[in-house]
């Protein structure tokens, strides 16, 4: 016989999208300064308007996969929408061939139709990376 006790304290946790570092095949980060100014917004649509001044980081170290996810996975969403004026874009690309593209700038990040804080260690865990 199996008996299954709960005590209530069990804290649900969301599925976590993210977790398996080991389906990711790279992460592929588009991105110009953060500092760069622009006369116009800049959204993850348009994000070519910077045209030859892209940069490119590949990542595929497991260690590296893992931490850039584990910041995803806990962002905090922010509920009243703003324009993005994106200076970088993300794109995780899966082992399936899926890919999922995060698009943000130094102070919000938008995924999946949704927008999210820049966490201060994960903007100053990005910039590290990128520099």
Known sequence: MFLLTLTGSEKYQKPNQYLYSSE??????????FDTETPIRIDCSNFNYFGKGLKLKKIEDVKTVSKILNFLENANENKSKVGIDV????????????????CGNEVFMGMENKQYLMDKDFLNYLIKLLT
């Open 87 to 102: 200076r970088f874009k993300m794109i995780i690309e899966y082992n399936s061939g899926k890919t999922k593209e995060i």
């Open 24 to 33: 990711v095949k790279q992460i592929g980060i588009q991105y110009v300064d």
